[in-house]
């Protein structure tokens, strides 16, 4: 086969591949990594009492969820319908739902302390201290997951790096767990508290607890979608 054959070959399917969209899924999580650390520090601050700190941060994290939903909108837009992957197309796209979903829920979270500026008892400051704790390592060990892609590619799916990514999942799975038992006991506790609290408190704090825990959810679902993306 001559060389201008070959050419001529090459040229075409060349054509079809793209700047590797798993560099824009990872860009993408960087910025869930980011918010994330924002958000925590933002709940933390407010249980402290700082509420100027508790402003600042929730700025941080509305800002950084739009910086995210460029990147996001960028991933839809820009994705051609016939476009050469190493990874299951409709399942990439799935991945970047669920992480939108967490950064939706992050700044929910900010935004929903924001509406009322409360200096609560140190017990409830140490139980929702505690569970945000636990959404934010359920978090962590997704983006571990995450991250590791690109080492599964490039090792062309080897066993040894697929099974490092899974090891992260299966962590992510426990700390769900264990974040959904956490927002029993706490549920448990304000019920418990009574007259301790107004109605207004009680429901303030009800909702965050569910706001919390819808976090630790998309990651899991998220890291459910990294281990679609593993089977090959």
Same mark, same amino acid.
């Given at each position: 086969?001559? $060389?201008?054959?070959?050419?001529?070959?090459?040229?075409?399917?060349?054509?079809?591949?793209?700047?590797?969209?798993?560099?824009?899924?990872?860009?993408?999580? $960087?910025?869930?990594?980011?918010?994330?650390?924002?958000?925590?520090? #933002?709940?933390?601050?407010?249980?402290?009492?700082?509420?100027?700190?508790?402003?600042?941060?929730?700025?941080?994290?509305?800002?950084?969820?739009?910086?995210?939903?460029?990147?996001?909108?960028?991933?839809?837009?820009?994705?051609?319908?016939?476009? /050469?992957?190493?990874?299951?197309?409709?399942?990439?796209?799935?991945?970047?739902?669920?992480?939108?979903?967490?950064?939706? !829920?992050?700044?929910?979270?900010?935004?929903?302390?924001?509406?009322?500026?409360?200096? !609560?008892?140190?017990?409830?400051?140490?139980?929702?201290?505690?569970?945000?704790?636990?959404?934010?390592?359920?978090?962590?060990?997704?983006?571990?997951?995450?991250? +590791?892609?690109?080492?599964?590619?490039?090792?062309?799916?080897?066993?040894?790096?697929?099974?490092?990514?899974?090891?992260?999942? $299966?962590?992510?799975?426990?700390?769900?767990?264990?974040?959904?038992?956490?927002?029993?006991?706490?549920? $448990?506790?304000?019920? +418990?508290?009574?007259?301790?609290?107004?109605?207004?408190?009680? !429901?303030?704090?009800?909702?965050?607890?569910?706001?919390?825990?819808?976090?630790?959810? /998309? #990651?899991?679902?998220?890291?459910?979608?990294?281990?679609?993306?593993?089977?090959?």
């Amino acid at each position: 086969m001559s $060389k201008r054959f070959r050419d001529r070959i090459r040229v075409p399917i060349l054509g079809t591949l793209s700047a590797d969209p798993l560099e824009k899924l990872i860009k993408h999580a $960087k910025m869930v990594k980011k918010c994330t650390e924002s958000m925590q520090i #933002a709940v933390e601050a407010y249980f402290d009492g700082d509420f100027d700190k508790f402003e600042n941060y929730r700025q941080k994290v509305i800002e950084e969820e739009e910086k995210a939903d460029r990147i996001k909108r960028s991933i839809r837009n820009h994705l051609p319908s016939r476009i /050469h992957m190493s990874v299951d197309k409709s399942n990439y796209l799935l991945l970047v739902t669920q992480q939108d979903k967490i950064l939706d !829920y992050e700044e929910d979270v900010v935004q929903w302390l924001s509406m009322r500026n409360v200096e !609560y008892s140190d017990e409830i400051v140490e139980l929702f201290k505690a569970l945000t704790k636990k959404s934010i390592e359920t978090i962590n060990y997704f983006e571990k997951a995450v991250f +590791n892609l690109p080492e599964v590619l490039a090792s062309s799916f080897s066993d040894e790096e697929r099974n490092e990514t899974k090891i992260y999942i $299966k962590k992510v799975s426990k700390s769900e767990y264990e974040s959904d038992l956490m927002e029993h006991e706490v549920s $448990k506790k304000l019920f +418990n508290i009574g007259d301790g609290i107004t109605s207004y408190d009680f !429901y303030h704090l009800m909702r965050l607890v569910q706001l919390l825990g819808e976090i630790s959810n /998309h #990651a899991e679902n998220a890291s459910d979608r990294v281990r679609t993306l593993l089977a090959r």
